[in-house]
């Protein structure tokens, strides 16, 4: 009884750190909750999370990851964006996260993604509308990512509890 709550903690633990990830780019948001569902469907012999549950989850996994970097990609593009402001925009995503916390996760890509834009056009509007166009996609991806991350929780959650 004891270890089948202690796998429980640990599960519920793995998924909560699964959904504060999927906004968090240091945090592997998606695969925490699968690692979770993993864990106890070993321990339960896969009786209440299948191999069929594992697998739509992997789906889901693989589908947020896809989803994150086709809506980054569109929001660049979209707005005139180019590959040079794509990468100004991980750059300040990752140096905007450490130095300035959630406030720099989301001025950093934008940050980032201008000022490359800037170096390689010159234009300053061009790298205004790219900087605006990362953010949106980052925005919508990071939101995409949290959708698919509360889904495949609550599939998980079901599972256990049912």
Do not use: N, R
Not at 55 to 63: A, I, P
């Amino acid at each position: 009884m004891t270890e089948h709550i202690l796998i429980l903690i640990f599960t519920f633990i793995l998924m909560v750190l699964g959904l504060i990830g999927s906004v968090l780019p240091w945090l592997p948001g998606a695969p925490l909750i699968l690692a979770g569902a993993l864990v106890y469907g070993w321990y339960t012999g896969f009786a209440a999370i299948t191999w069929t549950v594992l697998l739509v989850l992997l789906f889901l996994t693989l589908f947020s990851y896809f989803l994150e970097f086709f809506a980054s990609a569109l929001g660049v593009k979209k707005l005139g964006g180019s590959g040079w402001g794509m990468a100004g925009a991980l750059l300040g995503m990752i140096v905007g996260t450490v130095m300035g916390g959630l406030f720099g996760l989301l001025i950093g890509p934008f940050v980032g993604a201008f000022l490359f834009e800037l170096a390689k056009q010159k234009d300053l509007q061009a790298s205004i509308k790219s900087g605006i166009g990362t953010l949106v996609g980052f925005l919508a991806g990071t939101i995409g990512k949290l959708i698919i991350a509360v889904i495949m929780f609550s599939i998980v959650l079901f599972k256990i509890v049912s």
